[in-house]
């Protein structure tokens, strides 16, 4: 796991401002709420007084007030009233972190991370989403009892298709892949994938409803960042599925995951519901699978695999995120879960590189292969 990244935390109607919402990302707590202007605030859940759960607390105004002793912390995470001393200023110390937010697709997102704005990976850019002649099912999201890169690498991997979606209508892309070796494309710096022709044919009736079975059709998937998964299928210039997966890694065997899908075809609002159907079956198969993988972690070494020739989007999105962590953005498990329930830490926030006195220590993190 990353940090400085976006990542979803929870749908925009899960987030109000009558009361805060606990979230666990990235093996961490987090509380989200809206201030009363109804913009979406994220902190670090633990109360740097005595480690209340802020998550647990009560908004006034535009404030967190947190569960045990009623400590009051303000949108940028600074403690704005201490009712022990309430005539007194709180000191520069009492404070939380606070990350910046972004609310787009029905999703809140947050930068987990310290990095100053110009320096930030974006989010993720959905040219089609609200473009004319495109149609966006509701986001929605699910869970999955798996590590997130587990389910960003099945997004990258063509191979499984024939064998997990037997009625999906891609009966033959082993040998489309023997044929037509994957060719992957990269647009650093965050991220790879590709597009390949295959050749639908067999699909189920629901399937046939989506387009497939009916020739010849492009494929593909890439990622943006660790956490992000596009996939594409072009039936023709004017038929095209595009769906978006913005994961959020609770901790390291569960990942919930924001569903994004839309359509330049079947443009009909009736279809949504049909759609979200077949889709979901589609995912069911995907999750079983996943779920069942072991590791539950990617294995560090690619040595601890035999990765092939169609392996190649997976063995690029894990070049990608051993970049990462060269920049010394990757969690450190081992040392996190040897504090658990000794000591607390946070993400830090981009205020730790201009202020100082902090109370709670940044999460560790790897400094780098
Ligand atoms: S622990 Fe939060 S106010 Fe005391
Ligand atoms: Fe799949």
Not at 66 to 74: E, K, L, P, V
Not at 219 to 237: E, M, Q, V
Not at 271 to 298: C, Y
């Amino acid at each position: 796991m990353y940090i400085n990244f976006w990542y979803p935390i929870a749908l925009s109607d899960e987030i109000s401002n009558d009361a805060p919402l606990k979230v666990k990302l990235l093996n961490m707590n987090v509380v989200a709420f809206r201030d009363g202007k109804g913009s979406p605030i994220v902190l670090s859940d633990t109360c740097i007084h005595r480690g209340g759960s802020l998550g647990l607390g009560k908004i006034k105004d535009d404030c967190i007030e947190c569960s045990y002793h009623g400590w009051q912390f303000d949108n940028s995470g600074n403690c704005t009233f201490i009712p022990t001393q309430a005539n007194t200023k709180p000191p520069n110390r009492a404070k939380v972190d606070s990350y910046p937010t972004q609310e787009k697709y029905g999703i809140v997102f947050a930068f987990m991370g310290d990095l100053p704005e110009a320096e930030r990976p974006p989010l993720y850019e959905i040219e089609e989403f609200g473009a004319e002649g495109w149609r966006t099912n509701r986001v929605f999201s699910f869970e999955l009892k798996a590590y997130y890169e587990r389910s960003v690498e099945n997004g990258m991997d063509m191979a499984h298709n024939e064998f997990v979606h037997p009625n999906q209508g891609a009966p033959a892309v082993g040998e489309t892949l023997r044929k037509h070796p994957i060719n992957v494309e990269h647009s650093p710096p965050w991220g790879c994938g590709f597009l390949q022709p295959f050749n639908a044919t067999g699909a189920s009736e629901d399937t046939k409803l989506m387009g497939a079975g009916e020739g010849s059709t492009v494929a593909g998937s890439a990622h943006h960042g660790p956490n992000t998964l596009i996939t594409r299928i072009i039936f023709s210039a004017e038929r095209q599925f595009l769906q978006v997966f913005f994961e959020a890694p609770v901790d390291y065997g569960l990942t919930r995951i924001f569903f994004i899908n839309m359509r330049d075809w079947m443009l009909d609002p009736e279809q949504d519901e049909k759609l979200i159907d077949i889709n979901m079956q589609i995912a069911g198969e995907d999750v079983s699978i996943v779920e069942s993988l072991n590791p539950v972690q990617t294995p560090d070494s690619t040595a601890r695999e035999l990765l092939t020739e169609a392996d190649k989007p997976i063995v690029c999105y894990r070049e990608y995120l051993d970049g990462w962590e060269s920049n010394g953005w990757k969690i450190d498990r081992e040392s996190l879960e040897s504090q658990l329930g000794k000591a607390a830490c946070a993400i830090p926030s981009p205020s730790r590189r201009t202020e100082k006195g902090w109370v709670l220590p940044a999460i560790p993190l790897h400094t780098g292969k």
